[in-house]
């Protein structure tokens, strides 16, 4: 339940892609499936988070509710996704910027843009975090 919260009330994640085995990161706006097994975002096609799923689509995303308080490091809870990223087309697109629209309507022009890519994570495993060092995995069929 509290990983279905967070997936509902947070709006921004970190997204974690890799090229040529160096990390690299960005913030993206999110909407999630109910079940949080899909996760959408979008991007422009000419960035670099997008080259480096095109050559690898395996992806992780952070989602967290700290407030950048001290209590955070008790209080607050992580939760890493991890899955492959696959590019959505015709309808599949529709509906998913749909639904990423629905939490992030400021996000408009930047999503019917043609040169915006709508994105899903299928998420395999969740790793959340809670008071400090309470490390829960959840594999997902």
């Known amino acids: 339940d509290s990983l279905k919260t967070l997936l509902a009330e947070q709006g921004l994640a970190v997204l974690s892609t890799q090229s040529t085995g160096q990390p690299y990161a960005n913030l993206v706006a ?29 992806a992780a995303m952070l989602i967290d509710n700290r407030a950048n308080q001290a209590a955070d490091v008790h209080q ?10 696959r590019e959505l087309q015709g309808e599949a697109r529709a509906q998913a910027a749909h639904k990423l629209l629905s939490r992030h309507p400021y996000l408009t ?12 994570l299928h998420v395999n495993t969740y790793y959340v975090v809670e008071h400090f060092q309470q490390v829960t995995e959840y594999h997902l069929s």
């Open 30 to 58: 999110f909407a999630a499936s109910s079940d949080g097994s899909e996760i959408w975002f979008a991007t422009q096609r000419a960035t670099r988070k997008y080259a480096n799923l095109l050559a690898d689509k395996r």
């Open 109 to 120: 022009d930047f999503v019917s843009a043609p040169t915006c890519a709508v994105l899903q």
């Open 76 to 85: 607050a809870m992580a939760a890493t996704a991890t899955g492959s990223v």
